[in-house]
């Protein structure tokens, strides 16, 4: 994979050019004689002068999609940057829904927030195709920007590239790995510290954990794996050609990568799996004691280690478990992954750039003291992955983050920093709309709707026209 080129200082030096150039006219000026100050002015210097009063911190409403539960743990991340600093004062607004929508109705008014978190770069992305973000590279001190750069993780840096700027810094990125019921691995003849080596070694392991009733109804499903990103980055996928304008939903790799899903599903039998799914409505990994994994409905959870603050909550009484690494595919050596942030913007009229730019740089663990960004890891235990892989040496991290998350080292952090293929949000202006179409189609080929071939064939063919389209109309 490729990454951006060092990052330009054409403002840095237009400005050091303009501050030299006003000292040399300065220079080159006779020097004038100093008039001689008036007696009560003179003696009104003796005085001691009065000490300027302080400057009065900068407040800025910091838009988010959390709520409830979530809502709070953000509130205490940003509590914890306010009590770490004077000068800036982040305060917490929910936007639950249409981020997108609202963002633009904000700056259209001349009311938009001073930052925003939004999930998933490909909000970001559309954004920026809309000429609405200021370019982060372009805001921050270049010495504050070249310290973010070097600290994330290339790949994470990569992710916030949109047409050659940095628009997007992910806060934490998502990772992923299998959340492994102990109790029922040993009670049906499966070895928890022998994880699988492949999706289809995973697959006989499902196998062997799934349980039916008497009907023949699946009791408790050995485990299954339907995200669409999730699977085509294991398989080594991609949305989009590099040049940002050629769709590639029916590459050869995503249509291996659904015919892997599709062929599981077959066996299982699409009408089970869809009963069994309506049978936990409403139990999801947010849902407390309700959650499938923890209730013993699944044996197996592919996730990410956001899960560990739920067993940290709700784990019942006796529950064991471990964590194995997502394995890709048969005779692949390359390991791919997908990730999309939940990440920082600043939209165009934000009251104060420069001050949302030192919530980000601090939010990031780039500058400032890194016990503030560890924070957001221990007050939403194992939230994600951090953008830099220089956390797993601080001290804080690894004893309030990694030791309280058994698993998280060896398995979430290697997925996020030791892969050698990322698969990212498409970067072009219509994302959102491609990624549905794909996840809907998906759906239908899962389902024996459609096969595997005509479901991607007409997603081509949708997000192929819709992109066309909106780059006629952008000229």
């Not at 991609?238 to 066996?267: H, P, S």
Request: hydrophobic share 40%; net charge negative.
């Amino acid at each position: 994979m490729s990454f951006p080129r060092a990052l330009s200082r054409r403002r840095f030096l237009s400005a050091a050019s303009l501050t030299a150039a006003t000292a040399a006219i300065a220079a080159c000026a006779p020097p004038a004689a100093a008039p001689a100050a008036p007696a009560a002015e003179q003696a009104a210097a003796q005085e001691p002068q009065a000490a300027a009063p302080a400057a009065a911190p900068i407040t800025l409403d910091v838009w988010t999609g959390w709520t409830e539960d979530a809502a709070t743990q953000i509130e205490k991340i940003l509590d914890n940057y306010n009590k770490s600093q004077t000068r800036v004062i982040a305060r917490h607004v929910v936007v639950p829904e249409a981020m997108t929508q609202k963002l633009l109705a904000g700056i259209a008014a001349g009311t938009p927030p001073g930052a925003a978190v939004v999930f998933g770069a490909n909000i970001a992305y559309q954004l920026a195709a809309q000429n609405a973000l200021l370019a982060l590279d372009e805001i921050g001190d270049p010495q504050q920007v070249d310290t973010l750069k070097k600290w994330m993780a290339p790949p994470i840096w990569e992710l916030g590239v949109y047409q050659g700027k940095f628009y997007y810094a992910s806060m934490w990125n998502q990772c992923y790995g299998i959340f492994v019921n102990t109790k029922m691995c040993e009670e049906r003849g499966v070895d928890p510290n022998a994880p699988p080596q492949t999706l289809d070694e995973l697959i006989v392991t499902w196998d062997k954990l799934t349980t039916y009733d008497a009907s023949g109804n699946i009791d408790v499903l050995g485990g299954d794996l339907t995200s669409s990103s999730l699977v085509m980055a294991r398989f080594l996928g991609k949305y989009v050609e590099a040049d940002g304008k050629t769709i590639t939903a029916n590459y050869e790799n995503n249509l291996r990568a659904l015919k892997w899903v599709t062929d599981y599903w077959a066996k299982m039998g699409p009408q089970k799996l869809q009963d069994f799914y309506a049978s936990l409505q409403g139990r999801g990994e947010r849902s407390a004691g309700q959650d499938p994994f923890l209730s013993s409905l699944r044996a197996t959870l592919i996730t990410g280690p956001w899960q560990f603050n739920t067993l940290r909550s709700y784990k019942p009484e006796g529950f064991e478990f471990t964590v194995w690494p997502l394995p890709g595919p048969a005779g692949q050596s390359e390991k791919g992954m997908y990730t999309y942030g939940d990440g920082w913007i600043i939209t165009k009229g934000s009251p104060d750039p420069q001050a949302a730019w030192e919530i980000i740089s601090t939010l990031t663990g780039a500058i400032g003291d890194r016990d503030v960004y560890t924070a957001l890891f221990t007050t939403w235990l194992c939230v994600n992955g951090p953008v830099s892989e220089g956390m797993a040496d601080w001290p804080k991290f690894k004893d309030e983050v990694i030791g309280a998350c058994p698993g998280y080292a060896e398995v979430f952090l290697p997925d996020l920093f030791k892969s050698d293929y990322y698969l990212y949000p498409p970067k072009i202006p219509t994302s959102d709309s491609y990624m549905s179409v794909m996840g809907s189609e998906w759906e239908k080929a899962r389902l024996g709707q459609k096969s595997p071939e005509e479901a991607l064939d007409f997603v081509q063919e949708q997000a192929q026209k819709e992109l066309d389209d909106w780059l006629t109309k952008a000229g």
